[in-house]
């Protein structure tokens, strides 16, 4: 296990943020944001991160690359409900070689409602582990931590 | 719109049924299966009972051919909760060239939980309206419906 | 059935509307929009139509009202895809007693993505039918269609 | 944190195991199940496990305990493809309190697809941290891990 799960729950430690409303769909009987659904959040947050860097994920998948997830976390500290407006916090905490570990810092808006993590490997078309294309490896290794 | 919505409500007029459990991620805030969840159950009871004809749709894909979704409607009569097993039958109601439409009772015991209908496309492995394998316009028109 | 498929694909007949990216998780393996996520959009559009109204629906479910959705349809034209956005245009068609049907266009640019209409009751929050608040009332029936 | 993530990849560690098929609607455009998925596939499994134990999850529910969230972690190793079938081993790690610890081991055939845990609470009808009922502490704590 490489994924490192001490998540810095202060938002200024992070370098992009993106805002998602909880939908209807996303809720569940205890009229609460089902625990699934968070992960889609931090999948989006990504790559409004990659768009935001002038890198959209689309170009990356073009050029015969993908971000394969081998690891994500999620810890619930206070429920997100349908309508609610959550801000995901994101930044690249490391990469090593072809992989990388990003943190997530879900607000509420005063209120920590996750924290999160993913690691993800850098594979071609076919799934197989590969080096980060340059661009990719400064972009994500240039960020300030 | 070619989606012929007269759906029957009697079980003995379908060829297959399928038990599908509901999951608590499937709920929503109002407290019962959310209304899109559905669709997937529809969607799980075609690959079932292609299987059940012995012709799973992964055999189906593999000779590049896809069955892509042309349009899709569902009737909600009761509502389906948290852990309730919905029995959906299933029948192909007609084909018509590359086309056919298939039908969908989806029960509570004995009571009607809802009615779909979907139309399909025969499609190849771009995307493209082809003709339906020999195989299959055989085993769809042959069915009794 | 009573959900009228005769919708529009003319963008200046609807009331309202909203841009909504896809998502990775809703792609499938055929690379294109799932045709189940379809349904989230036209909700999440009907939730920004009420507030665009004034009207928040957490407002209407704070009140002891909800939306059931009675009956649902799409009409699929184009695929969407991954980081595409599409333009949900929505209106409601008409109101009758406690139940109304809204429609709605998807496009991508300029080109037709997908039709939609759902069916809605007006219920309490037991999930009885019950009459319209009259601001409900008054706000759909007062849409120029 | 909380969550220990030295899960066991040893299926005879695990008190009860669960088959799901994989949806086409839980993969996505890089051919494989979407990572979020997965966590779908976790709580049908706890579901299933305590049905199997005699104390269905809806028993729970209408005794007015729920069991929160707290933390889900997963780590992929293979990818589980459309209509694959999955087998989810679980066992409880531990109890403490007023929460828990599950494991997971996700099988293809005999290859690894994935390890999973997740953490739970106890939390009654409002969502508030409550003692485990009597019966459900006998049964997790008496397990054999």
Redesign the interface.
């Known amino acids: ?1 490489r ?1 490192n ?2 998540i810095s729950a202060d938002p200024t430690d992070y370098s992009f943020a993106h805002d998602i ?1 909880v ?3 996303e ?6 944001m ?4 968070y ?2 959040f931090l ?2 947050t990504r ?1 409004e991160y990659l768009r935001d860097l002038g890198r ?3 170009e990356l ?1 073009a050029e015969g690359f ?1 971000l ?9 500290r206070a ?1 997100a ?3 609610d407006q959550v801000t995901v916090h994101t930044r690249v905490r490391e990469m090593r070689g072809a992989s990388f570990q990003m943190d997530y810092l879900l607000m509420l808006g005063e209120e920590i409602c996750a924290l999160g993590a993913t690691m993800h490997g850098v594979v071609d078309a076919r ?1 197989r582990a590969t080096r980060a294309p340059a661009w990719l490896k400064a972009l994500l290794s240039g960020l300030p931590n």
């Open positions: 296990m994924v799960l001490d409303r939908r209807f769909a809720t569940d009987a205890m009229g609460v089902h625990h699934a659904s992960v889609a999948e989006e790559v959209p994920y689309g998948r993908d394969a997830v081998l690891e994500v976390f999620v810890q619930y429920s409900r349908f309508d799934g």
